[in-house]
């Protein structure tokens, strides 16, 4: 059964830092490019980041210099390194299979996300 539960928001000051982790179960990252993306109170889901098979990285412009996207294969744990985070990063982080930047759905074996509030 295919699973992915995402873990590590919460609420942090402007310029702090997070780590997110997501754990996959029923399928190995590392053979598919994995996703973050994010959904603001109110608004769609937007793409963040993408890891592809070969490890190669792509970022939003939003996020790009800030945010670090990583994959552990021995565990088949996805990572998100948050930091200089601001309050527009407020949002609920999921993390997902495929490497599309528009066009997100959400699908039925993606977990609960993360939810992650970036206030003074």
């Known amino acids: 059964q295919v699973q992915l539960v995402e873990s590590g928001g919460g609420l942090v000051q402007p310029g702090g830092s997070l780590r997110l982790s997501c754990a996959a179960s029923?399928?190995?990252?590392?053979?598919?490019?994995m996703s973050w993306v994010r959904q603001a109170p109110g608004k769609g889901l937007e793409w963040v980041s993408t890891i592809y098979i070969n490890r190669n990285t792509r970022y939003a412009d939003s996020v790009k210099g800030r945010f670090t996207i990583s994959r552990d294969d021995d565990k088949n744990i996805l990572y998100l390194e948050m930091n200089s985070l601001k309050p527009d990063d407020t949002a609920v982080y999921y993390c997902?299979?495929?490497?599309?930047?528009?066009?997100?759905?959400?699908?039925?074996?993606w977990g609960q996300g993360t939810q992650v509030t970036v206030s003074s």
């Open positions: 029923g399928f190995t990252l590392s053979g598919f490019s």
């Open positions: 997902a299979d495929g490497d599309r930047t528009t066009g997100w759905v959400k699908q039925y074996y």
